[in-house]
Nanobody
Framework: VQLVESGGGLVQAGGSLRLSCAAS????????IGWFRQAPEKEREGISC???????YYADSVKGRFTIYSDNVKNTVYLQMTSLKPEDTGVYYC????????????????????????WGQGTQVTVST
């Protein structure tokens, strides 16, 4: 499984960006797709997840501002980010999660990595004041 993120960039606070995650999967039915971010000197944060079987999840830090959705024809998951804040700055990664990991995250709010999921290379988002 290969994942390629795009859409990052520099934006002013209050602005919007749309990130894309193109996945080389046969079907999104087999995976959940999650978005994570990591700011300098901070731990990686799981911010959103989508599964065709279990729905969506948003971290409190992005709820109401970010929207995750998928285009199953293009095998691409998008993260629409609005009302961006400087604290949203970081490298954004998407990951293809095995179904059980995605379901657990969506229902419990906790993602438990075990090294078996697939990750993209990341895209930088910088929000200026």
């Amino acid at each position: 499984v290969q994942l390629v993120e795009s859409g990052g960039g520099l934006v002013q606070a209050g602005g919007s960006l749309r990130l894309s995650c193109a996945a080389s999967v046969s079907s999104f039915d087999d995976f959940a797709i999650g978005w994570f971010r990591q700011a300098p000197e901070k731990e990686r944060e799981g911010i959103s997840c989508i599964s065709s079987k279990d729905g969506t999840y948003y971290a409190d830090s992005v709820k109401g501002r970010f929207t995750i959705y998928s285009d199953n024809v293009k095998n691409t998951v998008y993260l629409q980010m609005t009302s961006l804040k400087p604290e949203d700055t970081g490298v954004y990664y998407c990951a293809a999660l095995h179904e059980v990991h995605g379901a657990e995250w969506i229902y419990s709010g906790i993602y438990h990595p075990d090294g078996s999921d697939y990750w993209g290379q990341g895209t930088q988002v910088t929000v200026s004041t």
